[in-house]
Every structure is written in structure tokens, then in C-alpha cells.
T-cell receptor, first 115, second 115 residues
């Protein structure tokens, strides 16, 4: 197992452009999470999937943000009309509900810079 | 509301010595899970150790141990025999009550190991 992967690792975009990030979780994990981390802060929860169903979204997730997890496998996070305040590290994590601890394992993150 | 507090923004430790990183938490739920993650400058969140609220013994994983004091609501991470590679940001997190399993993170502590 290669762990959680994310693509791209870095993204620089101009304000107003749309961006899409991809996350591939650990294959047997049914739970998938997106977090956002700004400089010097801990990660903050954005949204959660159980299999293909998006079961919770944070109020941090404005209408410009949308996430999907088709077929309960990989997930995408899209930001439309990016703003400078969207600059952050976007972290994806996965876990298995079947395991007692339900430890979340994180990917390497996508660093977004909006100019 | 659940909350994690890490009061040490930065810590220094001499190589080969032990260091304790503080974490206090607040929750009214009797069942909860506490996690420590390491985040090197590369950005990836690396799982270190887990403590469940009903666990009778303090968790240990190699050079990492968790000093769990339930009555004081503290879950301090102890790193023994510090190595230069331990220099990183360390986050304490709590799994939030409810069905999602999302994590609430503290502000983090930057640890620098001196040779």
C-alpha cells in the first residue's frame, strides 16, 4: 500500500481562476476527509465522505468550493473563482471505519498560492 | 464545544535528550480519541500515537509515549532520545464527537533539536 496521494503538490494560480485537486486514499479506507491549513495554524476540517456520500461540510466551505468522491474511490476538491484568501495547504486524509482507532492517514497536501 | 490547546509555540531540545510537548483538551463526551501528528517542513502530517479515553495504560510507540492524565484533561507527548530528524511541527488532535470522526487540531508546537 502506497498511502494517501494528492495531486498536484503545488499550484499557483491567478485570482478568479478555477482549480481542482485530487486525492487518492488508501484503498481499503471508506472514509475520506479534506482539511485546510494556513500558515502557522493547525488543519481545519472542510468536508467528509463516507464511501461516495458527502455527509458533512464545514461552514468554511463556501459556495465556491465543491467536492466529490465518485464511486467511493478518489476525491476531487474544486475551488471556483479563487481568491487570495484561498491560499493554503489542502490536506486529504483517509481512515477505515472498521478499525478501532479510526486513525486518519494524511497525504502530502497540495499547496495553493493565489496571486 | 471541543477544543485542543497547545501552549508551547516553540521548543528546543538537545539531541539525545527527552522532551515533553504539552496538550490539553476540553470535551464533555466520555468517549473520545486523542492523536499526535508530526509535520515536517515538507508538509505531510505523519501519525505518531493514539490514546483512547477508556485506555487504561498510556500509549507508547517506540520513542514516543503519551502522558495521559484524564482528570486534568491533558495528553502530553514525550519524545525520548531526541534525534535531529525530530525537528518538525507537532500537532495534538481530538476526534470530534459524532459520526464523522473529523479531527480538531491544536495550534501546534515547533520542535527544534540541537546537535
Amino acid at each position: 500500500d502506497t498511502g494517501v496521494s494528492q495531486d498536484p503538490r503545488h499550484k499557483i494560480t491567478k485570482r478568479g481562476q478555477n482549480v481542482t485537486f485530487r486525492c487518492d486514499p488508501i484503498s481499503e479506507h471508506n472514509r475520506l476527509y479534506w482539511y485546510r491549513q494556513t500558515l502557522g495554524q493547525g488543519p481545519e476540517f472542510l468536508t467528509y465522505f463516507q464511501n461516495e456520500a458527502q455527509l458533512e461540510k464545514s461552514r468554511l466551505l463556501s459556495d465556491r468550493f465543491s467536492a466529490e468522491r465518485p464511486k467511493g474511490s478518489f476525491s476531487t476538491l474544486e475551488i471556483q473563482r479563487t481568491e487570495q484568501g484561498d491560499s493554503a495547504m489542502y490536506l486529504c486524509a483517509s481512515s477505515s471505519q472498521r478499525l478501532n482507532q479510526e486513525t486518519q492517514y494524511f497525504g502530502p497536501g497540495t499547496r495553493l498560492l493565489v496571486l | 464545544a471541543q477544543k485542543i490547546t497547545q501552549t508551547q509555540p516553540g521548543m528546543f531540545v538537545q539531541e539525545k535528550e527527552a522532551v515533553t510537548l504539552d496538550c490539553t483538551y476540553d470535551t464533555s463526551d466520555p468517549s473520545y480519541g486523542l492523536f499526535w501528528y508530526k509535520q515536517p517542513s515538507s508538509g505531510e502530517m505523519i501519525f505518531l500515537i493514539y490514546q483512547g479515553s477508556y485506555d487504561q495504560q498510556n500509549a507508547t510507540e517506540g520513542r514516543y509515549s503519551l502522558n495521559f492524565q484524564k482528570a486534568r484533561k491533558s495528553a502530553n507527548l514525550v519524545i525520548s532520545a531526541s534525534q535531529l530528524g525530530d525537528s518538525a511541527m507537532y500537532f495534538c488532535a481530538m476526534r470530534e464527537t459524532g459520526n464523522t470522526g473529523k479531527l480538531i487540531f491544536g495550534q501546534g508546537t515547533t520542535l527544534q533539536v540541537k546537535p
